[in-house]
């Protein structure tokens, strides 16, 4: 009896140390591994000229957001369980999770943090865009940004911003399609409120002096303008936590951000309501 009792021990030992529970990492990469392979499988659909209906569109779509979902999620279970290890720190920056994640995940991920994290720019920048979203949010003063107008000469947000009148932000780039799409509505609604307590600030991501002032031309834009003329690297970016374009802050007469992300009928119907 006592060596069956052995044996059967025995086994159940052998049998727990060949049943390898899998770490975080090696979850986390599972999901992604099958977000790409489904990616993959529907890039070779569409390549061979299969044609998808409305309805499996939709399922397509679903199936993606929720792969990509759980892809996130079981990232930042890692990266929460091991982000004071370098090699999680590693993937953390390389996979560039610190842009990737909404800011309730990173804040998870950085109270986590150890001192030896702390001290690298990684935590850093991360840190910082954090900060940036979250005081970019309505309820926040708003922050200035120093740049150039089209004549060379500097201009600063806060020569309209608080002043008393409200001020609309608009980040646009020449070369941006959908900010051109929107430009004949900023267009129209400067005309009808210009004289009704009311400014648009543009902020230009162009690359360059020409295309940004070629595109005030084409497109008939005469309220102020400032630029660093640095594409996504302008300093505005990241100041506003501005992830694409176009995207807009409205500003109350005190200087405070009421509104972020307005566009199209919400912009106008907004503009309508404090511009009685």
Same mark, same amino acid.
């Given at each position: 009896?006592?060596?069956?009792?052995?044996?059967?021990?025995?086994?159940?030992?052998?049998?727990?140390?060949?049943?390898?529970?899998?770490?975080?990492?090696?979850?986390?990469?599972?999901?992604?591994?099958?977000?790409?392979?489904?990616?993959?499988?529907?890039?070779?659909?569409?390549?061979?000229?299969?044609?998808?209906?409305?309805?499996?569109?939709?399922?397509?779509?679903?199936?993606?957001?929720?792969?990509?979902?759980?892809?996130?999620?079981?990232?930042?279970?890692?990266?929460?369980?091991?982000?004071?290890?370098?090699?999680?720190?590693?993937?953390?920056?390389?996979?560039?999770?610190?842009?990737?994640?909404?800011?309730?995940?990173?804040?998870?991920?950085?109270?986590?943090?150890?001192?030896?994290?702390?001290?690298?720019?990684?935590?850093?920048?991360?840190?910082?865009?954090?900060?940036?979203?979250?005081?970019?949010?309505?309820?926040?003063?708003?922050?200035?940004?120093?740049?150039?107008?089209?004549?060379?000469?500097?201009?600063?947000?806060?020569?309209?911003?608080?002043?008393?009148?409200?001020?609309?932000?608009?980040?646009?780039?020449?070369?941006?399609?959908?900010?051109?799409?929107?430009?004949?509505?900023?267009?129209?609604?400067?005309?009808?409120?210009?004289?009704?307590?009311? /400014?648009?600030? +543009?902020? =230009? %991501?162009?690359?360059? !002096?020409?295309?940004?002032?070629?595109? #005030?031309? $084409?497109?008939?834009?005469?309220?102020?303008?400032?630029?660093?003329?640095?594409?996504? /690297?302008?300093? +505005?970016? =990241? %100041?506003?936590?501005? !992830?694409?374009?176009?995207?807009?802050? #409205?500003? $109350?007469?005190?200087?405070?951000?009421?509104?972020?992300?307005?566009?199209?009928?919400?912009?106008?119907?907004?503009?309508?309501?404090?511009?009685?």
């Amino acid at each position: 009896m006592k060596r069956t009792i052995y044996v059967l021990c025995l086994l159940m030992a052998l049998t727990a140390a060949c049943t390898k529970v899998p770490s975080d990492y090696e979850v986390a990469q599972a999901s992604e591994a099958a977000l790409a392979a489904f990616e993959a499988d529907i890039a070779a659909r569409q390549a061979s000229g299969e044609a998808f209906t409305a309805e499996i569109e939709q399922q397509l779509r679903a199936k993606y957001d929720s792969l990509r979902e759980q892809t996130k999620v079981d990232y930042v279970r890692y990266f929460e369980n091991n982000i004071n290890d370098t090699t999680a720190q590693r993937i953390f920056g390389e996979a560039k999770w610190n842009l990737r994640l909404d800011i309730d995940r990173l804040q998870a991920i950085l109270e986590k943090a150890g001192d030896a994290f702390k001290s690298t720019e990684l935590y850093q920048k991360t840190a910082e865009r954090v900060y940036n979203v979250q005081s970019s949010t309505p309820g926040h003063l708003f922050k200035d940004i120093v740049a150039q107008s089209p004549d060379g000469k500097e201009i600063k947000l806060s020569d309209y911003a608080g002043k008393g009148k409200y001020v609309l932000v608009d980040f646009w780039a020449s070369w941006c399609p959908p900010c051109r799409a929107e430009m004949p509505l900023l267009v129209e609604l400067y005309k009808k409120y210009k004289g009704k307590n009311f /400014e648009i600030v +543009g902020y =230009s %991501l162009d690359r360059n !002096e020409a295309d940004w002032k070629k595109g #005030l031309t $084409d497109l008939k834009m005469t309220w102020p303008q400032m630029s660093h003329c640095a594409f996504w /690297e302008s300093p +505005g970016v =990241s %100041l506003y936590a501005v !992830e694409g374009i176009p995207c807009t802050f #409205l500003i $109350d007469p005190q200087g405070i951000i009421i509104e972020r992300g307005l566009r199209g009928e919400a912009l106008a119907a907004k503009l309508a309501e404090v511009l009685k």
